[in-house]
């Protein structure tokens, strides 16, 4: 059994900060891509910032200059650091990653369960 545990959502001041992070757990033999996505209220899910396993990084251009996106490997863990924060920005984030469970098996698509950003005065 493989899980995604999200944390470090809440409740933040516009021009504020907050550091989400996520760690997978369970029987894992490798984990390839690692992203956040989030879903505001009325819209789609869409893609935050990506990483791959070596460490190259994509980011929607919403939040370019202002999120970090970055992993540990030993720690199965990636994280998305968030500054200046928007109204905007206010949506469940999502945590992803593509895993392989043993060698020899393809790479499954796991979730987390979503964290809650809130940006308000």
């Known amino acids: 059994q493989v899980q995604l545990v999200e944390s470090g959502g809440g409740l933040v001041q516009p021009g504020g900060s907050l550091r989400l992070s996520c760690a997978a757990s369970?029987?894992?033999?490798?984990?390839?891509?690692m992203g956040w996505y989030r879903q505001a209220p009325g819209l789609q899910r869409e893609l935050v910032a990506a990483?791959?396993?070596?460490?190259?990084?994509n980011y929607a251009e919403s939040v370019k200059g202002r999120f970090t996106i970055s992993r540990d490997n030993a720690k199965n863990s990636v994280y998305l650091q968030m500054n200046s924060l928007k109204p905007e920005d206010t949506a469940v984030y999502y945590c992803?990653?593509?895993?392989?469970?043993?060698?020899?098996?393809?790479?499954?698509?796991?979730w987390g369960q979503g964290t809650q950003v809130t940006v308000s005065p």
């Open positions: 369970g029987s894992i033999f490798s984990i390839n891509d």
């Open positions: 990483i791959t396993r070596d460490g190259s990084t």
């Open positions: 992803n990653a593509f895993i392989k469970r043993r060698l020899g098996l393809l790479s499954s698509e796991y």
